[in-house]
């Protein structure tokens, strides 16, 4: 137990000093990182076809000066999904596709990642996406699936997904919260399946605490964890914060994505979670794309900026 | 006949202006601003009848929404605002739906 915590505490510190991008085996619960740019073709062929690729916080809408141009950076973001050697199946956005909720934004949103070459595109709301009454914008258009309640499940290739939404009902805080009845609806979802089935759950607002003073975080998620803790392979996947951050406890991995098209500050740096200005040459570094591959009976998670 | 109304134009022009004067020497005592995350003032006290006006001066969005339902905006961009006309005593609470750390209290006497 101890030489897994120490590998993944290993695995931690080299995704802080990742490069371009850093891969990420799990195999057994155990992650094991490989430099995109250190590892050699065969390493990087090994890794496999991509299970899926995660785009999140695109805010088309956005136009000050931390980013005037997000059409184009995730322009850039597609283009870089789309070059891969090898296409995934499934992308999923994980919320804030819009900056104000408004229905042009929709419309551009939604014309630019159809450009996308995947064959589903699987979505969670963001805050910023359902800033109307009810959400009508958003689940007009994407409220398909979950039946508008914007919680849903499906398999793909023998891995379960959950997408969740924790952004419909802000309690105290500002936390996020999935509230009684999603979590009702997972504990049914998830009853009666294999405990090796690998799971991917995705929302939008952090599922785990990163710093409650801005709102990163879902008051309830401890509750969540609980139904998860008894799978093996549990990918906890979100957005909101616009970096990434990373944590592993036990068989649960956590990450939060970049966006496309802003950064924002660390915890508590600044008087708030809003744009983060930076020099014009640093913005592509700061932004980027995840993508997921499987190797053997493993998950692997990559991200790649768009510099 | 044109002269008159330019007339009138230019008084309402005038009158129009004025308070926006008086922003940079004192902010009204109907208005809140919502700057660095913040609503400022964070409570606000007023008279029935009064018209409350809630001005973004961040660079991120915004909302103004009631904790009943009493009132909603939508998304207000830099230097937008939105106003509502507060008829009924009570307190009224309210948060940021964006950033829902965000709340502020009007209280209608």
């Known amino acids: ?307 | 006949m044109r002269a008159p109304f330019l007339a009138t134009l230019a008084g309402l022009t005038a009158l129009a202006l004025a308070p926006i004067a008086a922003v940079s020497a004192a902010p009204p005592a109907n208005r809140i601003t919502i700057k660095d995350f913040m609503f400022a003032p964070v409570s606000l006290t007023i008279k029935a009848g009064t018209t409350v006006t809630w001005v973004n001066e961040d660079e991120e969005p915004h909302t103004v929404v009631s904790a009943t339902g009493a009132f909603r905006s939508a998304a207000m961009d830099t230097k937008e605002s939105f106003a509502f006309k507060f008829d009924k005593p009570g307190e009224y609470h309210f948060i940021c739906t964006i950033h829902p750390q965000m709340m502020g209290t009007v209280i209608v006497q």
């Open chain 1, 1 to 307: 137990m101890t030489d897994r915590l120490t590998t993944r505490r290993g695995a931690l510190r080299c995704l802080a000093f990742g490069g371009a991008g850093t891969l990420f085996t799990l195999a057994g619960g155990v992650l094991t990182p490989l430099d995109l740019l250190a590892a050699t073709p065969k390493a990087r062929a090994g890794a496999g076809k991509p299970l899926f690729v995660q785009i999140s916080d695109t805010h088309i809408g956005f136009n000050k000066e931390a980013n005037p141009d997000v059409v184009a950076t995730l322009e850039r973001g597609i283009e870089l999904i789309n070059a891969l050697p090898e296409q995934p199946a499934l992308a999923i956005h994980t919320g804030d596709i819009t900056h104000l909720s408004r229905a042009g934004e929709f419309d551009q949103a939604h014309a630019l990642l159809s450009r996308l070459r995947v064959s589903e595109l699987h979505t969670t709301p963001g805050e910023h996406d359902v800033i109307d009454e009810g959400g009508a914008e958003y689940f007009g258009r994407f409220g398909t699936p979950s039946g508008r309640r914007g919680y849903y499940s499906f398999d793909h290739a023998g891995v379960h997904f959950v997408a969740l939404v924790n952004v419909l009902n802000f309690k105290d805080k500002g936390l996020g919260t999935l509230g009684d009845e999603q979590l009702a609806w997972v504990a049914q979802d998830l009853k009666g399946r294999s405990r090796s089935t690998p799971l991917v759950v995705f929302a939008h607002m952090p599922l785990w605490s990163i710093y409650e003073p801005w709102g990163w975080g879902t008051g309830d998620a401890p509750q969540l964890m609980t139904l998860l803790k008894p799978f093996g392979s549990v990918t906890v996947l979100n957005g909101h914060i616009h970096q990434i951050v990373q944590k592993v406890e036990g068989n649960i991995t956590f990450h939060t994505a970049r966006s496309t098209a802003y950064p924002q500050p660390a915890p508590g740096e600044g008087p708030g979670p809003g744009p983060l200005k930076v020099p014009a040459e640093q913005l592509p570094g700061m932004l980027g794309v995840t993508s997921v591959a499987r190797r053997h009976e493993a998950l692997a998670l990559s991200d790649a900026t768009l510099a």
